[in-house]
């Protein structure tokens, strides 16, 4: 009799193993989907970012600079090369972005890189207009999401479009 309790008792504790096991299993088969997910789609944005950069060319330098000192004047053209300079880090920003809503990444991570580079791509005459341009059809089509957008916002409102012009011109004055 004691025998055959031990027995149930043995089979009942196996056959939950067995049932807790295939929980994981299950669990981590899904989050390995959520992952893939992820990492096809920032490949896909990534794939696009470097297809914009190659459209920026070797020209991109002299295209900046202008975009500094007489943004009104930017041909089609300059502003075309500005754009695919611009658009990169916004992908960039987005793939960590998706990256930390999986549980990959932390959400700082995110937010410091977007810290670093958002007045430099988006803080000056030209990226400030692109980023105003386009935030309506990003908004649209949820391209980019809304918390993202929102921290870009954020940070823009505390940048001057003249910054990097100055910054620059600092660096000038202290060479001797």
Known sequence: MIGE???????????????????????EMRQNQELMKVNLTNHYYSSYAQAEMLFAGE???????????????????????????????????????RLSEAGILENRFWQTQVNVDAGYYLGTPYGRAYWDNIKPHALESNFIPMELLHYIDDILADTDPQDMRRYFESIRAAIK
């Open 5 to 27: 309790t031990s027995n149930r008792w043995l089979s009942v504790t196996a056959n939950l193993g067995v049932l807790v096991g295939l929980i994981l299993v299950i669990f």
């Open 59 to 97: 020209n991109l330098p002299a295209v900046w600079e202008k975009s500094l000192l007489d943004p009104k004047n930017l041909s089609l053209k300059e502003m075309r090369i500005l754009e695919a300079h611009t658009y990169a880090p916004i992908t960039r920003w987005i793939n960590l972005y």
